[in-house]
T-cell receptor, first 115, second 115 residues
Framework: AQSVAQPEDQVNVAEGNPLTVKCTYS??????LFWYVQYPNRGLQFLLK????DNLVKGSYGFEAEFNKSQTSFHLKKPSALVSDSALYFC?????????????WGAGTKLIIKP | EAQVTQNPRYLITVTGKKLTVTCSQN?????MSWYRQDPGLGLRQIYY???????DKGDVPEGYKVSRKEKRNFPLILESPSPNQTSLYFC??????????????FGQGTRLTVV
């Protein structure tokens, strides 16, 4: 069965420090991988995605993610955290062979950036 | 402005009283879906539609109905709501052109409480 795991319910980081939000996946074949962010009382917003090519993907708001095929991971990173990055982050995966375009979602990781 | 619009944003209703949550997108997207978000469970897909008059069950379809009579609209219907359907609901849309790697656009969410 296809699945996405975000092993940390919450990640606490001091402002200015680097941050990592972890994501691992299990899917048949090669995946499309996504990160979304949800601010309080808002819908989800797309951050970045991996399709093919360079394993390091850059996205919105200074975020980047690294695709690691051998570890089946797609961790979200940012070199220097801002208080405004505090939000709920979701990792999602879609199998390339899936004909129904269904996204499989992780449970989400709450990121708290402390001043 | 490209957007997905859900209404209402907040709804409190009583058990058994039929309700409809509307969803409309202005991007001419083929694919639309409904999710519910519950703490610790991430997003779970309720129903999806790959185009007009084409709908299918997601992972948690029980107690819900949908219709897709027009490309832009994808209403979610709860014929007889129950308290276990209290949740945060999101509508999303995406294009299928270019393959399965296009990102989804989300509505602002509908917080439903069934008492």
């Amino acid at each position: 069965a296809q699945s996405v795991a975000q092993p940390e319910d919450q990640v606490n980081v001091a402002e200015g420090n680097p941050l990592t939000v972890k994501c691992t996946y299990s899917v048949s074949g090669n995946p499309y991988l996504f990160w979304y962010v949800q601010y309080p009382n808002r819908g989800l917003q797309f951050l970045l995605k991996y399709i093919t090519g360079d394993n390091l993907v850059k996205g919105s708001y200074g975020f980047e993610a690294e695709f690691n095929k051998s570890q089946t991971s797609f961790h979200l990173k940012k070199p220097s955290a801002l208080v405004s990055d505090s939000a709920l982050y979701f990792c999602a995966v879609r199998g390339r062979m899936d004909s129904n375009y269904q996204l499989i979602w992780g449970a989400g990781t709450k990121l708290i950036i402390k001043p | 402005e490209a957007q997905v619009t859900q209404n209402p944003r907040y709804l409190i209703t009583v058990t058994g009283k039929k309700l409809t949550v509307t969803c409309s997108q202005n991007m001419n997207h083929e694919y639309m879906s409904w999710y519910r978000q519950d703490p610790g469970l991430g997003l779970r897909q309720i129903y999806y539609s790959m185009n007009v008059e084409v709908t299918d069950k997601g992972d948690v379809p029980e107690g819900y109905k949908v219709s897709r009579k027009e490309k832009r609209n994808f209403p979610l219907i709860l014929e007889s709501p129950s308290p276990n359907q209290t949740s945060l609901y999101f509508c999303a849309s995406s294009t299928q052109q270019g393959g399965g790697h296009t990102e989804a656009f989300f509505g602002q969410g509908t917080r439903l409480t069934v008492v």
